[in-house]
């Protein structure tokens, strides 16, 4: 009887409390690369630190498979990998770490709480309905980041700073295809091994575009603190967040899975303040509050769906 009620324990642990745990993971600690982004491309043109942070850590999951003799991918699901790796790679976060670089990176995560608008269109053409709860929340979270996104309405005359909105704004939209694309098709092969063959697949093209650009230098000229926040991408963002991140798309909701991108402003603004001296205002603090609130209806809306 006791096995059972420990198994029964255990079961609902890792059904709830797993994913839950890995999307608090994926919260915080995604939150935190927009520092490390905006630390490595004031030294070092953006693209350039997207391929070799993609290199690195491709090689490290495609190596790790390797070694396992994993079995390769085949037939359609090489087009599947190629799609996520343009979608995803390429275009998400290669545009969103080239637009941080005309703006804090607390905006650059704000901007980011565009993406799930997006889901929630590309779902209601898809004829999908979304809880009701789960949608208010997303809306109010929504909400509190305009509150945050106030003091920065000055800037919209400058017009690098409108570049990086317009790039931020398009890696959202290709996020948004890109999450939908990964939840629809991780299930049919190792979403890790793929992962890591995005990331890999990306870099070999973006090195190509990069080169024809003539935008990159020399390794040796790339300074130290851009090769630490590289280091820290590659490790943090890349390998650990991204596990805990396909985690949870195969095991939340794609609307709850969503919820990090508000914590991610949270975490990238009140850290950016304390590291780069980014403006924390009452806005701000409001604004947090909003989203917490939000937040709060969101994991609501978890616990009965678990019921």
Not at 89 to 111: D, E, H, P, Q, R
């Amino acid at each position: 009887m006791r096995e059972k009620i420990q198994r029964a324990v255990s079961g609902k642990i890792n059904a709830i409390g797993l994913p839950i745990l890995a999307l608090c993971w994926v919260s915080f600690f995604w939150g935190t690369t927009w520092l490390a982004s905006k630390e490595g491309v004031k030294h070092m043109p953006a693209l350039q630190l997207v391929t070799i942070r993609q290199f690195l850590g491709g090689i490290l999951y495609v190596g790790y498979f390797l070694l396992k003799k994993e079995p390769w991918p085949k037939g359609k699901q090489w087009r599947t990998i190629l799609v996520l790796a343009f979608l995803n790679f390429a275009c998400t976060n290669g545009l969103s770490t080239w637009g941080v670089k005309y703006m804090s990176s607390g905006l650059g995560a704000i901007i980011s709480a565009i993406f799930p608008i997006w889901i929630i269109m590309i779902n209601f053409f898809n004829g999908q309905k979304i809880a009701r709860m789960a949608l208010l929340g997303i809306l109010i979270s929504f909400g509190g980041i305009c509150i945050i996104f106030i003091d920065y309405l000055s800037d919209f005359f400058k017009p690098e700073f409108q570049f990086g909105i317009i790039l931020m704004t398009v890696s959202t939209i290709t996020w948004a295809f890109g999450i939908l694309q990964t939840k629809k098709k991780a299930a049919s092969f190792n979403p890790y091994f793929s992962l890591g063959l995005q990331m890999l697949l990306s870099s070999i093209f973006m090195y190509g575009i990069t080169e024809a650009a003539e935008i990159n230098i020399p390794l040796n000229e790339i300074p130290l603190p851009s090769w630490w926040a590289i280091l820290y991408l590659v490790i943090i963002g890349s390998v650990l967040t991204f596990i805990a991140f396909v985690y949870t798309l195969q095991h939340l909701p794609t609307e709850i899975s969503s919820i990090y991108v508000y914590i991610n402003p949270i975490v990238a603004m009140v850290l950016g303040a304390f590291i780069f001296g980014e403006t924390l205002t009452k806005a701000i603090a409001i604004g947090a509050l909003v989203t917490l609130l939000g937040l709060y209806l969101v994991n609501k809306s978890i616990r009965k769906i678990k019921k």
